[in-house]
């Protein structure tokens, strides 16, 4: 996700929109209470995964198992065991940290640029000409800004999804935001209270999804300018509701008075896949784009002032980009969730209900409408992460609420996996997305956890609730933090990326930073607090942020086991504050990306603000080992905490540094290992450009091949390749 600097410095305080704004008032739980709690007991972790847990969580932890022989017939003899595969290492030296404004990689790598903000799709587009004359329009077919999450789908000649392919597919990639410095306009965004109509028409659509097909010839990689596969999806595009809210009053608009469509997708940040071959991108800061009126409470019924509250959308609130303010025009009135006649078919006063879905799109129909899943919840979704699909079990997808003191869901579908869906689309999707149970995360004080089932007129998840009246599950899943409110879920630090261990099941997820940490709320789970120095500038809190992880129970899949895997920190702290010993060769903070490869390797990607005087933000490859595996340690101001395994240069190593003022996000990988993808995010972002001098804060991609360059910074996504062919990170 990104950080969102100052993007309406011209507006009150009270109207810029704070992604770390907390906007959950229940009496729930936090993690970190909950793990101080855990660890005062002293609780060992025990135990693996039985074979049960493995079939739901990872198919490459399964043993093959004998069928039911009956009589007196001898068993068939067991075939040979398979050769165990060599264990992993990172074969590769460590990147030194920078601040270079170019990608470093490891040596013996290549980097290249697959395309950038602005690219054409296809033929009829003038090539970026690096002054912002692009039409608005054309960015229907050009690449969007904000590179984020993505993922590789392997194509195949007959044009259909080939899991195995590595040398042909289609690359899918979330455009999270416009970043500053607004380099497709002219000179950067037209300054006043109301926006200019053109640049908002060119931002909507700069919005959203890209689908490209790649090609590899031998080494290189590159995008099939032209390909019928080629294809935008944007801030204005068709979409269809589908699942237990579709329909729903609160989805009703002018344009959708049946509350079965919307439009458009927003602030779409990581991302997950389906196993039948489709493509989840996430809705997260949505509120960047959504104004509503002064005295709209008055309009409201008391259960919409309540969801709109927990939501984060007070009356007369201003959103930081202002669309709503570029006209009358359908286009641009529809970002103002405001009640303006006399019913809601009949206005946008539920545009906010449209957004914070999963949303689902087939690359390989390019003419297909994507679908708002509804059966996965509405909330700030960071991603979706699926765990293995093994056959005969359900369908199991993990996310994270993105947003201080929010909560971890997980949806259970209700049919079970079928290979034979493989390739099936939409179809597929409506199969295993549309029917299911979605259940948010509790973390109990003795190291255990539970799975709390969000499903209406269970838990007290009914009209009689005093939280909120829910009225049907349509409702519960609309307002899904309500639902979690009521149930106890554990309020968490802002759940960002998580991955799914191929190894063993295990799910991990990052938790960036808290600069609100104080003694008086220092715990088990946040334990460190301690003033980091960034020049002159004192940090105070935990800066570094930190990554948890747990392990499905073995016999009963609606519990778990959990622990912190790994701190965040400067190599040279003092160790009660780099508890898990990191050196030069591998300190990071703010983790963010998280990316486990089919090997078992797991790729760690920063979004850092803390550590920037020193390095530019990095990707990380690491070996981890397994829930359990650490020890108890005290942190900086005396308190006790439970930490992994320590790191070392053989498990956790800096693979690449990215260019100046960026973030680096997004990660896929074909399925050789041989090429490898990321996204660099808002290069040159924290600086304000000179635009009659033209001087930016980084002058990145251009400058990647040839260091006396200098043009407009612009997200990109990068490829990377071993020079002697071999597989990436070993």
């Given at each position: 996700m990104?950080?969102?600097?100052?993007?309406?410095?011209?507006?009150?305080?009270v109207?810029?929109?704070?992604?770390?704004?907390?906007?959950?008032?229940?009496?729930?739980?936090?993690?970190?209470?909950?793990?101080?709690?855990?660890?005062?007991?002293?609780?060992?972790l025990?135990?693996?995964?039985?074979?049960?847990?493995?079939?739901?969580?990872?198919?490459?932890?399964?043993s093959a198992?004998?069928?039911?022989?009956?009589?007196?017939a001898?068993?068939?003899?067991?075939?040979?065991?398979?050769?165990?595969?060599?264990?992993?290492?990172?074969?590769?030296?460590?990147?030194?940290?920078?601040?270079n404004?170019?990608?470093?990689?490891?040596?013996?790598?290549n980097?290249?640029?697959?395309?950038a903000?602005?690219?054409?799709?296809?033929?009829?587009?003038?090539?970026?000409?690096?002054?912002?004359?692009?039409?608005?329009?054309?960015?229907?077919?050009?690449i969007?800004?904000?590179?984020?999450?993505?993922?590789?789908?392997?194509?195949?000649?007959?044009?259909?999804?080939?899991?195995?392919?590595?040398?042909?597919?289609?690359?899918?990639?979330?455009?999270?935001?416009?970043?500053?410095?607004?380099?497709?306009?002219?000179?950067?965004?037209?300054?006043?209270?109301?926006?200019?109509?053109?640049?908002?028409?060119?931002?909507?659509?700069?919005?959203?999804?890209?689908?490209?097909?790649?090609?590899?010839?031998?080494?290189?990689?590159?995008?099939?300018?032209?390909?019928?596969?080629?294809?935008?999806?944007?801030?204005?595009?068709?979409?269809?509701?589908?699942?237990?809210?579709?329909g729903?009053a609160?989805?009703?608009?002018?344009?959708?008075?049946?509350?079965?469509?919307?439009?458009?997708?927003?602030?779409?940040?990581?991302?997950?896949?389906?196993?039948?071959?489709?493509?989840l991108?996430?809705?997260?800061?949505?509120?960047?784009v959504?104004?509503?009126?002064?005295?709209?409470?008055?309009?409201?019924?008391a259960?919409?002032?309540?969801?709109?509250?927990?939501?984060?959308?007070?009356?007369?609130?201003?959103s930081?980009?202002?669309?709503?303010?570029?006209?009358?025009?359908?286009?641009?009135?529809?970002?103002?969730?405001?009640?303006?006649?006399?019913?809601?078919?009949?206005?946008?006063r539920?545009?906010?209900?449209?957004?914070?879905?999963?949303?689902?799109?087939?690359?390989?129909?390019?003419?297909?409408?994507?679908?708002?899943?509804?059966?996965?919840?509405?909330?700030?979704?960071?991603?979706?992460?699926?765990?293995?699909?093994?056959?005969?079990?359900?369908?199991?997808?993990?996310?994270?609420?993105?947003?201080?003191?929010?909560?971890?869901?997980?949806?259970?579908?209700?049919?079970?996996?079928?290979?034979?869906?493989?390739?099936k689309?939409?179809?597929?999707g409506?199969?295993?997305?549309?029917?299911?149970?979605?259940?948010?995360?509790?973390?109990n004080?003795?190291?255990?956890?539970?799975?709390?089932?969000?499903?209406?007129?269970?838990?007290?998840?009914?009209?009689?609730?005093?939280?909120?009246?829910?009225?049907?599950?349509?409702?519960?899943?609309?307002?899904?933090?309500?639902?979690?409110?009521?149930?106890?879920a554990?309020?968490?630090?802002r759940?960002?990326?998580?991955?799914?261990?191929?190894?063993?099941?295990?799910?991990?997820?990052?938790l960036?930073?808290?600069?609100?940490?104080?003694?008086?709320?220092?715990?088990?789970?946040?334990?460190?607090?301690?003033?980091?120095?960034?020049?002159?500038?004192?940090q105070?809190?935990?800066?570094?942020?930190?990554?948890?992880?747990?392990?499905e129970?073995?016999?009963?899949?609606?519990?778990?086991?959990w622990?912190?895997?790994?701190?965040?920190?400067?190599?040279?702290?003092a160790?009660?504050?780099n508890?898990?010993?990191?050196?030069?060769?591998?300190?990071?903070?703010?983790p963010?990306?998280?990316?486990?490869?089919?090997?078992?390797?797991?790729?760690?990607?920063?979004?850092?603000?803390?550590?920037?005087?020193?390095?530019?933000?990095?990707?990380?490859?690491?070996?981890?080992?397994?829930?359990?595996?650490?020890?108890?340690?005290?942190?900086?101001?005396?308190?006790?905490?439970?930490?992994?395994?320590?790191?070392?240069?053989?498990?956790?190593?800096?693979?690449?540094?990215?260019p100046?003022?960026?973030?680096?996000?997004?990660?896929?990988?074909?399925?050789?290992?041989?090429?490898?993808?990321?996204?660099?995010?808002?290069?040159?972002?924290?600086?304000?450009?000179?635009?009659?001098?033209?001087?930016?804060?980084?002058?990145?991609?251009?400058?990647?091949?040839?260091?006396?360059?200098k043009?407009?910074?612009?997200?990109?996504?990068?490829?990377?390749?071993?020079?002697?062919?071999?597989?990436?990170?070993?």
């Amino acid at each position: 996700m990104s950080k969102q600097h100052d993007i309406a410095a011209s507006q009150d305080a009270v109207n810029d929109y704070d992604e770390d704004a907390v906007v959950n008032p229940s009496a729930n739980p936090h993690f970190e209470d909950i793990l101080a709690a855990r660890l005062s007991r002293r609780v060992a972790l025990k135990g693996g995964l039985s074979t049960t847990a493995a079939a739901l969580l990872g198919g490459s932890i399964l043993s093959a198992c004998g069928g039911d022989g009956g009589g007196d017939a001898a068993p068939a003899p067991a075939p040979a065991p398979a050769p165990a595969p060599a264990p992993l290492k990172i074969g590769f030296t460590a990147v030194a940290k920078n601040k270079n404004d170019l990608v470093t990689v490891a040596e013996g790598y290549n980097v290249s640029i697959l395309h950038a903000l602005g690219d054409p799709m296809h033929f009829g587009d003038e090539s970026w000409k690096d002054d912002g004359s692009e039409s608005a329009d054309s960015y229907n077919r050009r690449i969007g800004d904000g590179h984020d999450g993505m993922y590789w789908f392997g194509l195949s000649e007959t044009g259909s999804y080939d899991a195995k392919r590595s040398d042909r597919g289609l690359l899918a990639c979330n455009h999270e935001y416009v970043v500053a410095p607004y380099v497709m306009h002219p000179n950067g965004r037209s300054a006043g209270a109301a926006r200019n109509a053109a640049e908002v028409e060119k931002e909507i659509y700069a919005h959203g999804v890209s689908i490209v097909e790649v090609k590899r010839d031998g080494g290189n990689a590159a995008m099939v300018r032209g390909s019928r596969y080629n294809r935008r999806v944007t801030s204005a595009t068709t979409m269809d509701f589908t699942g237990p809210a579709k329909g729903n009053a609160q989805l009703q608009t002018l344009f959708s008075p049946t509350g079965v469509q919307t439009r458009g997708t927003n602030n779409n940040c990581a991302n997950g896949y389906t196993p039948w071959g489709t493509y989840l991108t996430c809705e997260e800061n949505y509120l960047n784009v959504i104004s509503r009126a002064a005295g709209d409470d008055a309009q409201r019924s008391a259960k919409e002032v309540v969801s709109l509250a927990r939501y984060g959308l007070p009356q007369n609130r201003k959103s930081p980009y202002l669309w709503d303010t570029a006209g009358s025009a359908d286009l641009f009135a529809r970002w103002n969730s405001s009640a303006t006649a006399g019913a809601a078919a009949a206005d946008y006063r539920n545009t906010i209900n449209t957004f914070g879905w999963v949303v689902e799109i087939d690359p390989f129909a390019p003419d297909s409408t994507p679908a708002k899943r509804t059966a996965l919840g509405r909330f700030n979704h960071e991603g979706a992460w699926p765990a293995e699909a093994v056959a005969g079990k359900p369908v199991v997808i993990y996310m994270g609420d993105d947003s201080r003191n929010e909560y971890i869901y997980k949806f259970v579908s209700k049919a079970n996996w079928d290979a034979a869906d493989v390739g099936k689309g939409m179809a597929a999707g409506a199969k295993y997305l549309d029917e299911g149970t979605l259940y948010v995360a509790r973390f109990n004080a003795d190291g255990s956890g539970t799975w709390l089932e969000l499903s209406f007129g269970k838990n007290g998840l009914d009209a009689a609730n005093t939280t909120y009246a829910f009225a049907d599950q349509g409702d519960v899943l609309i307002n899904a933090r309500l639902a979690a409110d009521v149930l106890g879920a554990t309020k968490m630090d802002r759940p960002e990326w998580g991955a799914v261990n191929p190894v063993n099941g295990e799910v991990y997820m990052t938790l960036t930073n808290n600069s609100t940490r104080t003694a008086a709320t220092a715990n088990a789970a946040n334990p460190r607090v301690y003033v980091d120095m960034k020049g002159t500038a004192s940090q105070a809190g935990n800066p570094n942020g930190h990554i948890i992880r747990w392990r499905e129970d073995a016999a009963d899949v609606t519990k778990m086991t959990w622990d912190v895997y790994l701190f965040g920190a400067q190599q040279d702290a003092a160790a009660d504050v780099n508890l898990s010993s990191l050196t030069d060769v591998n300190d990071f903070s703010s983790p963010d990306g998280l990316y486990f490869d089919k090997r078992g390797m797991l790729w760690i990607q920063t979004d850092d603000g803390a550590y920037t005087d020193v390095t530019n933000c990095m990707m990380l490859a690491a070996l981890p080992g397994k829930v359990g595996d650490g020890g108890v340690a005290t942190a900086a101001g005396g308190m006790q905490t439970r930490s992994g395994a320590k790191a070392t240069a053989d498990t956790l190593r800096r693979f690449l540094v990215g260019p100046k003022e960026c973030e680096i996000t997004g990660i896929a990988m074909t399925p050789d290992y041989k090429t490898l993808f990321f996204n660099v995010q808002h290069p040159g972002e924290d600086t304000a450009p000179d635009w009659a001098a033209k001087t930016f804060g980084s002058y990145w991609p251009a400058n990647q091949a040839d260091a006396t360059v200098k043009k407009r910074p612009r997200s990109a996504t990068v490829v990377i390749t071993r020079k002697d062919g071999g597989e990436i990170g070993l």
